[in-house]
């Protein structure tokens, strides 16, 4: 008898030749940067195949994927050709294909999040009309089309004004902002003019903001991640906080206005859900991710179950897991490019340095290969057992004099 289970398991690998890890299917990710990577170091964990369609030969995931193909994520036939590999088709970046998508679906193809999904987050005005007619607080928005619609905008919304590119938005490119009238036209011409597709948002004076990372699975269970604050640098998603401090109050605000957010959109994955905090505590819906988000990587060292694999069980069809906090308090601080080329990879190396002195502190790099100012380069997650430790350790990672030049 004591040979009998593992003759069952023997058993059963011969008769189902294709068991490999904890699922069968093999995901597919259009995108391969430091998301698709960041997915690939979980499914690893699991022995879920990834593959990942990114045109950048040398892209972040490119070196632990299961297998890249070498093409354009906004590109038809080569999407097409791309979900022939795949079980179920992901994506680590919204600016893809959605026509083909859309398309796909109808053959059969199994997308998740949904293709409707996709439509509806990457066009930014649509996604508001979506959010708002779904109830959701979000700030007042306007289409724009010429002079002067931006000029009844603004006379509505006043100054700062908020002036926004409809579609391939990311850190802050694609956003401007014009203080008085006089800024109009010079803010609509650095967005690259009417013709790019533009819309306006009142400017959202706010004290705080926060972000929900919240899970759906492909039976439409939903979770939520404790919420973070999130803090930007120019526009760019610098250092986020978990848990995030505003009263419990405000938490379930957060949390409940990111879960009916997500609950209106179609498709198993995590979300992001990005908030602003008003000064009288209401909560206000600032944009969505279909997909794991900057606002989330500190899951991986500070949570029970990362977004990264709670997206892969997601979209696979597994249990979801627990997303609550396994550590008081984390802290994600993001590389910046500081610098172009060497002189770049020099001083995130410096910084580095000091974090692998710091207690409690984990570090990824994302491996690209090029550096740009303002490019996220990796990040550094610290994990304590108090938000002021945590943020005392941070300090003393980013203090100059702490340099070490060896
Ligand atoms: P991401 O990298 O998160 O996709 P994005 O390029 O899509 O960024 P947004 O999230 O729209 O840009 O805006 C970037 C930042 O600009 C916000 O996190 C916030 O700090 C600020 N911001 C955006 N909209 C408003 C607003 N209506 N009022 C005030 N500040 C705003
Ligand atoms: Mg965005
Ligand atoms: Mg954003």
New binding site residues.
Partial sequence: PAILPCRATMDTLESNKSVHGLSETVVGVLGGGQLGRMLCEAASEMAIKVVVLDPMKNCPASGIAHDHMVGKFNDSSTVEEFSKRCGVLTVEIEHVDVATLEKLEQQGVDCQPKASTIRIIQD?YLQKVHFSSHSIPL?EFMQIEDFESVKRAADLFGYPL?I?SRRL???????AVAKSEEDLSSAVNALGGYSRGLYV????P?VK?LSVIVARGRDNSILCYPVVE?I?RE???HIVKSPANVPWKTMKLASDTAYRAVSSLEGAGVFAV?L?LTVDGQILL??V?PRPH?SGHHTIEACYTSQYEQHLRAVVGLPLGDPSMKTPAAIMYNILGEDEGEPGFYLAHQLIRKAMQVPGASIHWYDKPEMRKQRKMGHITIVGNSMGVVEAHLKSMLKEENNDTH
Avoid: L, Q, S, V
Wanted: charge should be negative; include cysteine.
């Fill in positions: 930014k700030p908020m926004k938005a990311y850190d802050g490119r694609g956003n948002e009142k400017w959202a706010f903001e999130t930007h526009n760019i998603c990005e602003f600032n944009e991710a900057n």
